[in-house]
């Protein structure tokens, strides 16, 4: 069903209800029937109101039922209404209601499945790599789930700014630092003189050749960053390893199809002196203490859950990595981002309740539960039945880029989103190549160019097509088939309060199931002109709504294959 039609349902459910019991405020919820023979949508409502009521549910049930039925304004979509099991009221749709669906996507196009604008900023901060190397397949799944994510809250009405938060400052820049110094010196990696924690990637030596050699390297900011090609200056070493790989990473993600709209540097957190007025106005807080030399914060008074107080400067100096990621979070604060969403690995689980108290702390009037977060588990790869865990190019494990190469990228963003983002994932590259209807990323970009090709074949017109008479659609596979090109403005709806796109994932799976289904039921291209081109609108119609769901997920809708 259609939102619009959802919401009269239900304002015709309320009012029958009331009929019955005035005083009753009645939480009315839809569902589809998990068999599609007792109806398309049912509710509990009855259940629900029996007890206080001191009704029989069943009999109450009755009662809404025929209610429903005498209201004048439910006689255009209701067909019928039934009670079935302890008290469930399930409900067919009239046929006109179901061949609604057709009129709504012809006149929006692009727009179906999306929501006008609503005002609301949110910023979105994910793949947030630390510039010590390429990006690996964790952060290709953190680009996947980021992307989508935003592209649902686009369509959700928001304004949505995409961030990377890049980590260049800590221990792990120094180790790459001293690791280019030691490769443009001509140490290897294999070498016992080689740094004991340094990287060993063939992306080093590359490098440390640009560096010998006074390359230039310009990020995705326009920050440009000039090698002196000085060995013994180590500071000038690290300031064009970092601006180097912000710059591999950068084609990285544009290999990925996926622009950023800020970057933001931890350094700068430093250098501006945020993260020193964070912990001054932490310590004037009351909120912190001094221990074994150390400053601490109370967290686990500040009511996020933590189950221990936490070090904020050690002892032998030095911040603590969730004390700049508090400043950051009151950056993004004081740039009016009102919703924020975090998207990192599952490692970052003990970040959330130390950052969240920090945030409790400082008594800015954020809410308890900001940011919001997605931790994500990482990805196994496998080919030929054996796990891949080595990439020439990293030195230890797979890249983004790889996947890429291997697979493509629609494959690679559709894989990456297609289970909930808490679950472990294995990559299967065998599947993501096949052209079968096992691999779903080519079962449903199939089901998109067969129409293509279906439309173009038929010799139709397409404004002939867009007039056909709906009313001539009322085979039980294409009611199946309308009812879930219904769906899709409540699945993004859903999908983007869940920051949950692997719904859009299920549900184009399905839809793909059932536009087979009916092709294979019903033959379009008949004899009958009238009826060819009613058949010819529901098929695209459904081309119309897999391109809306394909872009959701930035994956390509073909016209051939």
């Known amino acids: 069903m259609l939102p619009e039609q959802q919401q009269l349902l239900v304002s015709l459910l309320r009012d029958a209800v009331g009929t019955l019991l005035p005083d009753a405020r009645p939480d009315i919820l839809l569902e589809r029937p998990k068999v599609a023979a007792h109806g398309d949508v049912a509710t509990n409502v009855a259940m629900q109101l029996a007890k206080p009521a001191k009704r029989n549910p069943r009999e109450l049930a009755q009662a809404i039922v025929v209610a429903l039925q005498n ?20 409900i067919r749709i009239s046929p006109a209601a179901r061949q609604a669906v057709l009129a709504a996507i012809a006149g929006q196009g692009a727009a179906f499945g ?24 964790g952060h290709a799944r953190q680009a996947a789930l980021g992307d989508a994510i935003c592209r649902l809250f ?17 221990n792990q820049i120094h180790n790459l630092a001293v690791s280019v110094q030691a490769r443009a010196r001509g140490v290897g990696p294999d070498s016992p003189d080689y740094p004991e924690d340094g990287y060993k990637g ?51 993600l544009q290999a990925f199809d996926l622009t950023f709209d800020s970057f933001f540097l931890e350094s700068s957190l430093y250098s501006g002196g945020r993260v020193e007025q964070t912990v001054a106005k932490l310590v004037a807080s009351g909120h912190t203490y001094e221990e074994d030399g150390a400053l601490w914060l109370r967290t686990t008074e500040l009511g996020t859950g933590d189950d221990k107080d936490r070090v904020m400067r050690k002892r032998e100096g030095g911040y603590t990595y969730f004390v700049p990621d508090v400043a950051y979070h009151v950056n993004k604060w004081e740039r009016g981002f009102r919703r924020a969403v975090n998207i990192q690995g ?103 160019a067969r129409i293509c090709s279906m439309v173009a074949q038929s010799g139709e017109d ?62 379009v291209l008949v004899d009958d002109v009238a009826l060819k081109r009613a058949r010819l609108r529901l098929a695209a119609a459904t081309r119309q709504v897999l391109a809306n769901g394909l872009a959701l997920l930035g994956v390509s809708a073909p016209e051939r294959m």
């Open 114 to 137: 999306r929501a006008p604008r609503n005002g609301d900023k949110v910023l979105v901060e994910f793949v947030s790599a630390n510039p010590t190397g390429p990006l690996h397949v």
């Open 202 to 252: 063939e992306y080093i030596a590359d490098i440390a050749k640009d560096f010998l050699a006074k390359a230039a390297v310009r990020a995705a900011d326009g920050e440009e960053t000039v090698a002196t090609g000085d060995v013994d200056d180590l500071d000038a070493i690290r300031r064009f390893a970092v601006a180097y790989l912000r710059r591999e990473q950068d084609r990285d």
């Open 462 to 523: 397409e404004a002939a097509i867009a007039s056909a008479d709906a009313a001539q659609l009322t085979a039980p596979s294409e009611y199946a088939l309308m009812q879930r090109l219904a769906e899709l403005p409540q699945v993004v709806q859903l999908a983007a309060q869940e920051l949950a796109p692997h719904h859009v994932a299920f549900w184009l799976r399905d839809c793909a199931a059932d536009f087979h289904a009916w092709y294979n039921a019903e033959r």
């Open 154 to 170: 686009d369509a959700n009405g928001c304004e949505v700014t995409r961030e990377f938060y890049y980590n260049d400052a800590g």
């Open 71 to 90: 209201d004048p304004r439910g006689r255009d979509i209701v067909a019928a209404a039934e009670v079935a099991g302890p008290g469930f009221i399930n």
């Open 346 to 448: 599952s490692d970052h689980h003990g970040t959330v309740a130390r950052v969240r108290a920090g945030l409790q702390a400082l008594d800015m009037g954020i809410p308890r539960d900001y940011p919001s977060y997605v931790l994500h588990k990482m990805v196994k790869v496998m080919r030929g039945g054996e796990e891949v865990k080595i990439s020439k190019r990293a030195g230890s494990y797979v890249t983004m880029r790889d996947l890429i190469d291997w697979v493509g990228r629609d494959a690679v963003r559709y894989f990456l989103i297609q289970r909930r983002a808490d679950t472990e994932f294995v990559f299967d590259i065998d599947l993501a190549l096949s052209q079968s209807d096992e691999n779903p990323v080519y079962y449903i970009q199939y089901a998109h």
